[in-house]
């Protein structure tokens, strides 16, 4: 099978993006809406009673609970605290990098919100779906689509090239556009049975720098920790006339890619 590049072009051979680090307590205050915002595709995954399903990139496992009132599901992220945290809720969870998953047709569906972003290796990870999934199963996921959180990547861009830093050559992040994403999975054999970007300006629950400490840890860490603060308040600065309301909450420009694929019955591993 052939692939589709690899979209993190603008690193060079020997450089590294810095790992986002997932701190459960942190994660609960700054992004519990994350989890609140991905229940229309828990109905979109319709679970059954006696499927058995996987949650790719659980999380703390907010999700992973509600599916667990209707079937069985098996929970993996790439973050042993965040899977200590589903296992604190009594979920079955493990620690596993989304693009190495090992499970042969186990699955009658893969479930992932909020994780595919993460994954650089997108083909990578679509084989692993792909082979987690019994024939006729389907991959059900909504991840951070084409244009997702363009203005604040701007901004940090720009804050960042001030202190001679590239901030796409630190970014930890894959939007794809939805024919880029639809090409890899038909490529892996899956039938596209919907897929579409969808625009959800999302509402933080406090400041943005709250928002930057808990989700681009990869670009604040490309300076040295004093400088941080300071790289944050100019990111508040650049972005407040157009992501701030007059109360100081921040709304910013989220954009989902949605879809659900099907895995044909007569499909082999
Ligand atoms: C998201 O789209 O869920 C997302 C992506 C990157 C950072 C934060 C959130």
Redesign the pocket.
């Known amino acids: 099978m052939s692939r589709l590049p690899r979209p993190n072009s603008t690193l060079r051979p020997g450089e590294r993006v810095v790992e986002q680090r997932w701190d459960p307590a942190r994660y609960r205050r700054n992004?519990a809406f994350?989890a609140e915002l991905g229940q229309p595709l828990l109905e979109l995954l319709a679970p059954e009673p006696g499927e058995r399903i996987l949650d790719l990139g659980c999380g703390d496992g907010a999700l992973t609970a509600l599916i667990a009132a209707r079937a069985r599901v098996f929970g993996v992220d790439a973050s042993a605290e965040q899977v200590a945290a589903a296992r604190a809720r009594g979920l079955e969870a493990a620690v596993a990098d989304g693009t190495r998953l090992a499970f042969d047709a186990e699955f009658d569906a893969v479930f992932s919100n909020?994780a595919l972003?993460?994954m650089r290796d997108p083909d990578a990870a679509i084989d692993g779906v792909w082979r987690a999934l019994k024939p006729g199963g389907r991959f059900v996921a909504e991840?951070?689509g084409a244009g997702?959180?363009e203005t604040v990547r701007r901004a940090l861009a720009v804050a960042l090239a001030r202190r001679g830093v590239d901030a796409e050559a630190a970014s930890?992040?894959y939007?794809p556009a939805p024919e880029e994403y639809r090409a890899r999975l038909e490529r892996r054999g899956f039938r596209v049975v919907s897929l579409a970007l969808v625009p959800r300006p999302t509402t933080l629950p406090g400041a943005l720098a709250d928002?930057l400490d808990?989700?681009?840890e990869s670009f604040l860490a490309t300076v040295p920790p004093q400088t941080r603060p300071t790289v944050e308040a100019e990111v508040e600065d650049m972005l407040r006339d157009e992501l701030a309301d007059a109360a100081g909450i921040w709304t910013v420009d989220?954009?989902?890619l949605r879809f659900v694929a099907a895995k044909p019955p007569e499909a082999r591993a």
């Open positions: 992004a994350v909020a972003h993460w991840c951070g997702n959180v930890p992040w939007f928002w808990t989700f681009a989220y954009v989902r």
